[in-house]
């Protein structure tokens, strides 16, 4: 049975958001789970933004993510080798992964080429979980995490907008998204 990858970023931003091309990840979060949910592993890390590496008051109340953590995470191109190694061992059973929205997968996409970064996940398809969960609910638009949770039957766990947190109740949607 084929395996699903589930990610979540946090970015930099402030109050009323920056230009998408302007925003920097600072934490990247991965759940592996079965077609059914359980989850097999997970990888967490933090990441030290280049272009912006101060994070505004906005961004630390918004994500619970310290100065400090970023002040000591490593750079895009270092947690990236880290994570290829981590999803190597999984790679031969990942059916695809999936990511609430579009934002993660693009925001990785214009991160593998400004970085010049391989990534085994260019090569898989990547599933918008948000966008078929609506089409499965005959919703009239997607809606955001926690209200899809809801309907669902869940309640969110963890922290909001923390990558890992995050990516933990988006893959809760899978099983009861994709039949």
Not at 90 to 118: F, K, M, N, P
Not at 119 to 131: T, Y
């Amino acid at each position: 049975m084929k395996h699903w990858l589930i990610i979540d970023l946090e970015a930099t931003t402030d109050r009323g958001g920056w230009p998408v091309e302007e925003m920097e990840i600072i934490e990247i979060g991965a759940v592996l789970i079965s077609r059914t949910g359980r989850e097999i592993d997970h990888f967490q890390s933090y990441v030290k933004p280049a272009q912006r590496p101060i994070l505004t008051e906005f961004c630390k109340t918004l994500t619970h993510i310290s100065q400090d953590n970023i002040d000591s995470a490593p750079s895009l191109e270092e947690v990236w080798v880290r994570f290829e190694e981590w999803l190597g061992g999984y790679e031969e059973h990942l059916a695809g992964w999936c990511s609430w929205g579009d934002y993660d997968r693009r925001q990785l996409q214009r991160d593998w080429r400004e970085h010049r970064l391989d990534s085994s996940l260019a090569r898989l398809p990547h599933m918008n979980l948000k966008q078929r969960f609506a089409k499965s609910r005959q919703l009239s638009r997607p809606v955001s995490l926690d209200a899809a949770l809801s309907l669902a039957g869940f309640c969110f766990h963890g922290q909001p907008h923390r990558a890992l947190e995050d990516a933990r109740n988006t893959a809760r949607l899978l099983p009861v998204t994709v039949h």
